[in-house]
C-alpha cells in the first residue's frame, strides 16, 4: 500500500512540475514588430588596391592580399577657417 501511495504522489509531483513549466504566455515573434534598420552592404577590399571591390572576403586578384572590410563612408565634420 505504501508503494502505491509513493507512486501516486511521485505521478502527481511529476504532473505538476510539467504544467508548472510550460508557460501560458505564448512566445510572440518579435522580427515583426520591429523597426529594423535597413542593413549597410558590406564591401571587401584589397589594402594596395582600393579600387578592387568584393562583397565577400578573399583574395586580391593583382596582388592575391587577403580582402580586409571597407570602412563605411563617414561623413564630413564641417571644417574650422581661421
Known amino acids: 500500500m505504501k508503494k502505491v501511495m509513493l507512486m501516486a504522489i511521485a505521478i502527481v ?3 505538476a ?5 510550460h508557460s ?4 510572440t515573434d518579435t522580427t515583426k514588430t520591429k523597426k529594423v534598420k535597413p542593413v549597410a ?15 565577400k572576403p578573399g583574395k586580391c586578384p ?17 571644417t574650422m577657417k581661421m
Open 62 to 78: 593583382k596582388c592575391g592580399m587577403t580582402l580586409v572590410k571597407k570602412d563605411p563612408a563617414k561623413k564630413k565634420t564641417s
Open 24 to 27: 501560458t504566455n505564448p512566445v
Open 17 to 21: 512540475s510539467v504544467f508548472a513549466a
Open 13 to 15: 509531483f511529476c504532473t
Open 41 to 55: 552592404k558590406v564591401q571587401y577590399t584589397c589594402t594596395m588596391h582600393p579600387e578592387v571591390l568584393s562583397d
